[in-house]
Structures are given as C-alpha cells and as structure tokens.
C-alpha cells in the first residue's frame, strides 16, 4: 500500500500565481475542508474588496498572513478551520522556498503547483544546501533524479497547523532568514544519509523516505532531522548569521539542474 501511494503525483494545491487573487488564495484554502467558507475567512481577514491582484511574493506573503490569523480565529469555534490555517501555511511556506530556490517572480497564472515542479525544486534545493556548506555534497553520489520521483509532495498535507508551524519555525533550513526546505525534502535528505551510513543505495533510501514520510514527524528527533547536513551551530542553519559570515562555498558548478 505504501508503495502504491509513493509511486503517485497528485496536485500540491498551493497558490504559486504572483497573479492569483486574495479570494483565489481564501476559496483554494477552504476547498475540500468540512464547514469552512472562503467568504468568511476573508471576512474575518477584514478584507471586503474584489479583484485585489497579488503583485509580488512580499505581498502574497503579506496576504498569507492574513489569511492564516483569521483562519485562527475562527478554529476558537470551528476546528475544521485548522485545516484551512495549514493549508495556508504550506501554500505561503511552499511559495518562500520556491522564491528562494528561483529567485525570480513567478509569473504563471496557473494556481496550482505540479508534483513534477515540487520534485524538481528539490535538485535546486541539495544544490543550494550543498553550495552554502550547510548540505553534506556526499550526498550528490546517489541519482537525485530518480529519489526525487519518489517524493510525494501531498504528504505535506497530512500535516496538523501546529506540525507545520513548528517544522518551518524550527527545523527547516533557512538561509538569512528565508526557509529553503520543504517538509519532504527534508526526509528525502534523511532518507539519503541514514542509507549513506548504512552504504546501502537508491532502493534502500526510497525505503526510508517512505516510513518517514508517512509516521508524524513529532516522533522524529531532532538528532535525526539534522542528519545530511554539515554539523553546523542552530543559528547558522537557520539563517542568523550576519552576510560577512557566510560560509565557505565548497560546491559551484553542480550540474543537477538543467
């Protein structure tokens, strides 16, 4: 079952527009969660005008922000609204990560981000990791290529507001402030290095992404979490360092991405 389930690429329902509405952004939010209403959620956000375009990432942000506040208020009396607050939450994290790994706005009007997309960010994201010396470049021996096939981007939606919350404030790797990690690329880089100790290759990490991926992720240790990456202080990994402290690039010209 579990291999029948890794082998899919759903939607990752995440607004990935710098076109996108805010009434897209709050409609997207509430599809498919029990008693919730977009129009409620926006209502409560204190925003009642129409065709509000979002314009660049630092506004979509802004409007996440919102959006996720009133969708907090509202879980005081409808819990099913903590389904809407981390579906925003993802969808504003996956946008963070997408901006940081691109560094170019995103002009697609399409709302909805492909597995294949998600997939191929996490080539961009080793990448970048292994650039800043905060990701082991051992790592680059095994076929990226084909291990980032096997990450199911919708498991990130089985996640609680809190997990989410805590994950991206936490543990999530950020660089000068900005998180450049999903949740699933997290585990994919677990997956790598516990098979890396274990000399074991692709099938082996496939194996270990997936119990990962599928047990909550509050059972995992910090320890473990860390694994794949260069030992490094707690603010280093999360982006705290003044810009004259950047560490020493040790990778330029990796060739993962086309």
């Known amino acids: 079952m579990m291999s029948e389930q890794a082998s899919m690429t759903p939607k990752v329902h995440t607004i990935t527009s710098s076109f996108a509405t805010i009434e897209q952004l709050a409609e997207l939010a509430c599809k498919n969660a029990a008693n919730t209403c977009a129009k409620q959620l926006l209502d409560t956000a204190g925003i009642h005008s129409t065709g509000c375009n979002i314009l660049d990432h630092r506004s979509s942000q802004n409007h996440y922000t919102q959006l996720i506040m009133a969708a907090l208020a509202l879980r005081e009396n409808s819990p099913t609204y903590?389904?809407?607050?981390?579906?925003?939450?993802?969808?504003?994290?996956?946008?963070?990560?997408?901006?940081s790994l691109t560094f170019t706005p995103i002009?697609?009007?399409?709302?909805?981000?492909?597995?294949?997309?998600?997939?191929?960010?996490?080539?961009?994201?080793?990448?970048?990791g292994i650039d800043l010396g905060l990701i082991q470049p051992e790592i680059i021996a095994y076929d990226l290529q084909l291990l980032a096939k096997k990450i199911v981007p919708n498991l990130d939606s089985n996640l609680t507001y809190s997990e989410l919350h805590s994950l991206s404030n936490q543990l999530l790797m950020r660089y000068q402030g900005q998180c450049f990690e999903l949740p699933q690329y997290a585990f994919m880089r677990i997956a790598i290095a516990l098979a890396m100790k274990e000399n074991k290759g692709e099938a082996r990490i496939a194996e270990i992404y997936r119990l990962l991926s599928m047990r909550s992720y509050s059972r995992i240790s910090t320890k473990i979490f860390r694994e794949?990456?260069?030992?490094?202080?707690?603010?280093?990994?999360?982006?705290?360092?003044?810009?004259?402290?950047?560490?020493?690039?040790?990778?330029?010209?990796?060739?993962?991405?086309n």
């Open 82 to 99: 903590d389904a809407t607050a981390s579906h925003l939450l993802l969808s504003k994290l996956t946008s963070e990560v997408n901006h």
């Open 107 to 128: 002009t697609s009007t399409n709302i909805t981000s492909s597995a294949l997309s998600y997939q191929q960010g996490f080539l961009r994201y080793i990448s970048k």
């Open 228 to 257: 794949g990456t260069i030992s490094r202080p707690y603010e280093i990994l999360h982006g705290n360092t003044d810009k004259n402290n950047t560490t020493t690039k040790k990778i330029r010209h990796l060739r993962l991405v």
